[in-house]
Structures are given as C-alpha cells and as structure tokens.
C-alpha cells in the first residue's frame, strides 16, 4: 500500500479530535478541513494512514434532504472532498478489509490468504455527521448500520438525546450505544425498538454503536465486524 504522508498541521487537529476515542477500536468519520472537508480515520488517540479506495461511499445532503454534488480527490493527505452547497448531514461508508490474526499479529489480508490463520474478520464503518439540525437529521440514510437522531431539533446540553440503531434498514435492539467524546464515556443498550438515550454536554459529541454478524461458509473471514458513529456539536 502506498504510504500517505500527512500535512503535520492536520495531524496536530486530528489527533486533538480524537484524544477522546481513546477506548474506542478504530472508527473513520468526515470533519471540516480548510474550505472543503476530509475523512480521517485513527484508533487510541492517533490517525492512521489508510488507502484511499477504502473510503467506498461519501453522501450529503440539504437540510430539506436534497442531495448535494460530492466532488471526492485521493491525495498525500487521504481523501478530501468538497460540496457543491451547505450540508445538514455527511455520511461515510468505509470499507477497511479483511483482518486476519496470526500468531505474528493482525495481517491486512483475508484469512485464505495467510499461511497458518486463526480466524478473520471483516471490518466495516458508517460515519455520520450532522452540520444543521432539522427534517434531513431524523431520516435514516441507508447505511447498513447507523444511529438515527429522533428529534430534529438541535440537542441542548444538559439534556438527553434521543436515537435509534438500524441495522439493514430495521431497530437493532439490545446494542451498546456509547458517548466517546462530550464527556466522560456513558453508555446505554437499545430497548426493543432499537432506541436509547444518553445526556449530552456542550461541545462536540460523538456517539458509538458497533455490531458483529456471521459469515458462514465465508472463506475470507468468520465475521462482519461493523461500527457506525453520530458526530454533532451542542452550543
């Protein structure tokens, strides 16, 4: 894979977004980056590098829900992209392959792949992030897993928020939603509808969920390992 080198001021800025994600496995989102936007992805308080084909999907839209033009660039930096307008929401499908253990460690590769395997899986993220709220942030996106705000109304400090876990379009009951940064980390299990809440502080928050399916008779890997995340901002 070729090597990225970061420009060292957006590495400065990334990493202060992510000293909070400290407990959390790796995870990718978009955040604001000059005039345009990037997506980043790190793990235990640093960015990694990543190859750009793993970033498989970049979607905004309106706040009435129209979708916006995404002009996407592969450079030195990862992938940054620019929008042709303001957004009210960004999501981001990524794929990050197959991961087999090995008793040398972890290897990038499917489990068919490498020489004495232990077992593999394949790792998949849905990043979402809310720049206005109102009608485009309560509207399920089509991710195969996401967290859906159910208030279009802008979160208030102090005060829960409320969401639902989808997983292929229906609630995942019983999921661990977790606030990994705004806070000190809380967490809630989804009731039967898929829904939960968890108490919200000023400042940027991002919120959690992950969940594993099987993958039988898969040669590749044993399980589909999937994490999604809910970034916003309370004033």
Do not use: C
């Amino acid at each position: 894979m070729k090597r990225i080198q970061r420009n060292p001021l957006a590495l400065v800025l990334g990493i202060a977004a992510l000293s909070s994600l400290s407990a959390q496995a790796h995870d990718a989102w978009t955040e604001t980056r000059g005039a345009g936007y990037a997506v980043v992805f790190g793990h235990d308080g640093k960015l990694e590098e990543y190859d750009p084909a793993k970033v498989k999907q970049l979607a905004a839209v309106t706040g009435s829900g129209a979708p916006l033009k995404v002009a996407q660039a592969a450079g030195s930096s990862g992938v940054t992209f620019t929008l042709a307008g303001k957004p009210a929401l960004v999501t981001l499908n990524y794929d990050n392959g197959f991961w087999t253990k090995t008793t040398d460690g972890q290897k990038n590769l499917p489990k068919n792949e490498v020489p004495g395997a232990i077992s593999a899986s394949h790792a998949l993220k849905f990043g979402k992030t809310v720049y206005a709220w109102g009608p485009a942030a309560i509207k399920a996106q089509g991710q195969d897993l996401e967290i859906v705000p159910l208030s279009a109304k802008a979160p208030v400090a102090g005060k829960p928020v409320e969401v639902q876990v989808m997983w292929q379009g229906k609630p995942l009951a019983g999921a661990k939603i977790t606030r990994v940064i705004g806070g000190p980390e809380i967490s809630a299990l989804t009731d039967a509808s898929g829904k939960a809440s968890l108490a919200t502080v000023t400042g940027k928050q991002v919120l959690s969920v992950s969940h594993k399916q099987d993958l039988p008779n898969d040669p590749r890997a044993e399980v589909l390992s999937m994490s999604a995340n809910l970034m916003f901002d309370v004033l």
